[in-house]
């Protein structure tokens, strides 16, 4: 499909149940007022690398929103008559029924651009201010395919793997947040284990199977027919497992059953909740209102994980920190002698000598690029154990996890500002230092 001179050099493969109703909508969009527009939509939206693109209709304008590396930007808005002559192209180009403007609907379309094929889907539904579009596409990132990949440094994930390569009872805890590297997390954690000659398996509700991890077995349940991570317990004990792993503990019942099972079957198992740093998970779990003391003597090991974004290698600038700024981070005199912040890029930027400043090619004026994780490990010993079953307070076990020099998660974070990784401000935005 040819793109005239003023558009980007785009080609669309149209939604539709055939491949006659594909062909038809390709031609119906192309002579359309809307689609120069839409062409310049969908092409900044996938240079920007916005996995997710929301078009909110008012009466007035439609308001444009990029989801760019966990971020929402601001595009500048556009005028309700473009927006409506856009959005028919866009429903037509996605198989859907243009007219319609209420009722939800959804289709999907492939855009080839910049020498790439990337599936676009598509869900409009009508509010009360107008109506709402959302655009998801499927933005190419560095894989992840390890937890080193995610950012864990070499000296814990070396930790990480005595803990899933013990042969005795314990539990250990994954958290991660939602849209926040939960999934990859995850994932990532059993690649520091020895896949090969043990056997690890991991138990998931069928409606929600995650990505297959190499070498790790899914034994999945249906909680539709009222199943349970337990329902098959018995057969999987049969196999003589040498590690299971919980995706998902509802409740405090399970919570009480997987503490039994690595008690009783002398068997390391690992499970996983929602929270920002090693404490909240803990704390979270514990909302669970299962049996405490059961809970704390079987639990060992909990693992958290943040996501930050890291700073653009293109167009970071650096700058020498104050000594009080380095004394606050902790880090020592003369071990560093400049940090970088992003170069957020406006249109009509000047340089000294007046000259105009062309936006980075790279991040296309975000100033970051990609995201790693912050991650960090706690142990949990006798006096941690005890402050909890009295004390719960978060302030509490901060102050006694310190006792035991352990890292946190904005320790872990302050090395990836040392190193240039990340920006001061991004850390202070994601953990709230």
């Known amino acids: 499909m040819a793109i005239n001179e003023d558009t980007p050099p785009i080609e669309f493969v149209a939604g539709g149940e055939t491949p006659e ?7 119906l969009v192309l002579p359309s007022p809307g689609f120069p527009t839409l062409t310049n939509l969908i092409a900044d939206a996938i240079e920007k690398r916005s996995d997710l693109t929301v078009l909110d209709f008012t009466p007035n304008q439609v308001n444009i929103r990029f ?9 500048a808005p556009m005028d309700r008559e473009s927006g409506d002559y856009m959005l028919a192209a866009l429903k037509q180009l996605a198989g859907l029924e243009y007219r319609e403007r209420r009722a939800r609907q959804e289709g999907e379309f492939r855009a080839h651009y910049l020498k790439r094929k990337t599936p676009c889907r598509i869900i409009s539904q009508g509010v009360r201010t107008g109506e709402r579009v959302a655009i998801y596409i499927d933005v190419p990132r560095s894989k992840l395919e ?7 440094r070499t000296s814990m994930k070396d930790q990480l793997a005595n803990v899933l390569e013990q042969t005795k009872s314990g539990l ?6 939602p849209g926040e590297g939960y999934t990859a997390t995850w994932r990532g954690v059993f690649s520091a284990a020895d896949q090969y000659t043990r056997d690890y398996y991991v138990l998931e509700e069928v409606s929600r199977v995650e990505p297959e991890v190499i ?9 539709s027919l009222g199943e349970t991570a337990f329902t098959q317990m018995p057969q999987l004990l049969l196999r003589e497992p040498n590690f299971i792993a919980f995706a998902e503990v509802p409740n405090g019942k399970i919570l009480d059953q997987i503490c039994d099972l690595t008690v009783r079957e002398d068997l390391p198992v690992m499970a996983r909740a929602y929270g920002k740093n090693a404490l909240d998970g803990l704390l979270r779990l514990m909302l669970l209102k299962s049996d405490h003391q059961k809970l704390l003597e079987s639990l060992t090991t909990v693992v958290a994980m943040r996501m930050i974004r890291k700073l653009c290698e293109e167009c970071r600038v650096a700058f020498r920190p104050n000594p009080m700024l380095l004394q606050k981070l902790g880090i020592p005199p003369g071990r560093v002698n400049q940090l970088y912040r992003p170069f957020i890029y406006q249109p009509e930027m000047v340089d000294e000598d007046g000259k105009e400043i062309e936006m980075c090619s790279h991040c296309h004026g975000i100033g970051y690029f990609e995201r790693t994780g912050i991650f960090e490990m706690l142990k949990l010993n006798d006096s ?17 996890v310190r006792k035991h020099k352990h890292i946190s998660m904005r320790e872990e974070g302050v090395v990836l500002v040392a190193k240039g990784i990340t920006s001061l401000e991004e850390l202070q ?4 230092v």
């Open 21 to 27: 109703q594909k062909e038809t909508n390709l031609e």
């Open 429 to 432: 935005r994601v953990l709230k």
């Open 67 to 75: 989801q760019i590396d966990g971020i929402w930007h601001s595009m």
């Open 215 to 223: 070498n790790v077995a899914s034994e999945t349940y249906d909680e």
């Open 146 to 152: 390890n937890i080193e990949d995610l950012g864990m």
């Open 384 to 400: 941690i154990r005890e402050l909890l079953l009295k004390s719960p307070n978060l302030n509490q076990l901060a102050a006694e």
């Open 172 to 177: 250990t805890l994954i958290c991660a947040m």
